[in-house]
């Protein structure tokens, strides 16, 4: 099956800092999402971004479908960006409503 | 509009008894799937439902069932309960097909 790879497994930076989290898929997706696990583990949404680049206020990320690889930017980190990082990719047909999730970033922010 | 609802948010079980989850999706949502989380596997797909349908279905043993009525609230059942068992149940939410799927908070299973 595909394989999801998310590189750092753990990151920590100063608050103000910038960072960037990385997802690789070994075949072709028809869905792409990042989350952030907050600490009573609900997953919140970040991007749907099966291709192109998108922005939200301090993120903002970029998948390249035919490299097989997206990446999350986080600039002027908070603590309140704290949290666990996954990523999520979801084949075709046959697969429909399965995200697959990688291992995840942990990241901590430190004031 | 409400997001996906998840009920109870906490149960704690003994080895061999059976448990509910309920899942409730955002308004108009058809599709639910469910997904495990445990510290050693991480987040696992369970099974999607769509119009009271199994559509897909994880490698879980079949202890682990679901359903969907036709308001598209969802039920995940796991009979003769394992200690692996416990885990972080969460069920996600869409509304067509490869479109964002939107979490409910869980429920967290401990069994003793």
């Known amino acids: 099956g595909i394989q999801v790879e998310q590189s750092p497994p753990d990151l920590i930076l100063q608050e103000g800092a910038n960072s960037t989290l990385r997802c690789n898929f070994s075949d072709s997706v028809n869905n792409l999402q990042w989350f952030h696990q907050n600490p009573w583990g609900q997953l919140i949404n970040l991007f749907y971004?099966?291709?192109g680049t998108k922005q939200n206020g301090r993120l903002s990320a970029t998948t390249v479908a035919t490299e097989r690889y997206s990446l999350l930017y986080i600039s002027s980190s908070q603590t309140t960006d704290s949290g666990v990082y996954f990523c999520a990719v979801e084949r075709g047909s046959g697969n429909t409503g399965k995200l697959i999730f990688g291992q995840g970033t942990t990241l901590q922010v430190k004031p | 509009k409400a997001g996906v609802t998840q009920t109870p948010r906490y149960l704690i079980k003994t080895r061999g008894q059976q448990v509910t989850l309920s899942c409730s999706p955002i308004?108009?949502?058809?599709?639910v799937s469910w997904y495990q989380q445990t510290p050693g596997q991480g987040l696992q797909f369970l099974f999607e439902?769509?119009?009271?349908?199994?559509?897909n279905k994880g490698n879980f043993p079949g202890r682990f069932s679901g359903r969907q009525f036709s308001n598209s609230r969802s039920e995940m059942n796991v009979s003769t309960l394992e200690l692996g068992d416990s885990a972080l149940y969460l069920c996600?939410?869409?509304?067509?097909?490869?479109?964002?799927?939107?979490f409910g908070p869980g429920t967290r299973l401990l069994v003793l």
């Open positions: 439902y769509f119009s009271e349908t199994q559509r």
């Open positions: 971004i099966p291709s």
């Open positions: 996600a939410s869409r509304g067509r097909r490869y479109e964002t799927q939107y």
């Open positions: 308004s108009g949502h058809r599709s």
